[in-house]
């Protein structure tokens, strides 16, 4: 499965880059295919692999901040092998070009 | 934590109501507390137990609908104890009133 | 169509229960379908109907928090009449029953 | 604002590359910075510029499928100008190298 998530801490001061941060750093640590941009992280695996990943920068985040907002949105297909997320996307570039 | 998750079919034919109803069951059966409306079923547990209970309801949907579409929208309060879900609204409505 | 939005403010403090009441009241006397509950207001109407409501709310949030996080699921079917927030749920609760 | 937006179309096939596409060319063509990853498409500009291209986007996907699932996060900052999402991402590498 492909999954984007966020994390957002709340009560924490207005920006929050610090704490996104030390989340970024567990997921690229993680060896999943990964990637960040300026909304979400997206992540791809198995949903024991990918959840793990998402409740380890959770925990982190919460030592700095108490609570927090996360957003997730999974495309799941099973069945399905891996490398989905680096097809989708060649595969719609492929069309608009 | 508070989560609200939404599980969407997709290629499984344009009305999902009966896939949903399969879903619905497994989380109320849960025992965690539960509540579901137009958008999203909501759930309060522990990581462990929310997760396994989507984990669950994905499982049974995903039998008839290989690829699906999940959101999840989670409230995290570390330190803080049960029974947010109700008292949440509940707060909400004192300060309307 | 049948919105669920939440607006989160960040920065604020910890509890942002006044900032989310003053935009349930700008819902609530909207004259559109409503529900609030623990994480998101559902709402139902045309586009421009459901996004002016949605953006009100916003610029009010925006006054005491300047920097805010929204998250909006819509569940568009063109095409269908209005309703259909009430009958979703009546139309599962009865496959459950 | 930033906004990341995805939509999906409900009962028209598993694989919904070419409505996505449509969808996606309107983006492309609206003059507003944007990126599109394996889980959404993000857009900066002004409330009425998002939401009018997300409308837009939305009209074109329901000509081939009737019923589409829409999710939106938005990261709203006002008083802040222009150039935050190529900014936030910048941030966050130079936290992290």
Do not use: Q, Y
Not at 35 to 58: R, S, Y
């Amino acid at each position: 499965m492909i999954v984007a998530f966020s994390i957002t801490p709340i009560g924490a001061g207005v920006s929050v880059v610090e704490e996104v941060a030390d989340a970024v750093r567990i997921v690229r640590e993680s060896g999943l295919p990964n990637e960040t941009n300026a909304m979400f992280t997206n992540l791809e695996g198995e949903w024991d692999e990918v959840m793990g990943v998402i409740k380890a920068c959770l925990d982190k985040v919460s030592e700095a901040a108490p609570r927090c907002s996360v957003v997730i949105k999974i495309d799941s297909w099973s069945g399905r092998g891996k490398g989905r997320m680096a097809e989708k996307v060649a595969a719609l570039e492929r069309r608009l070009s």
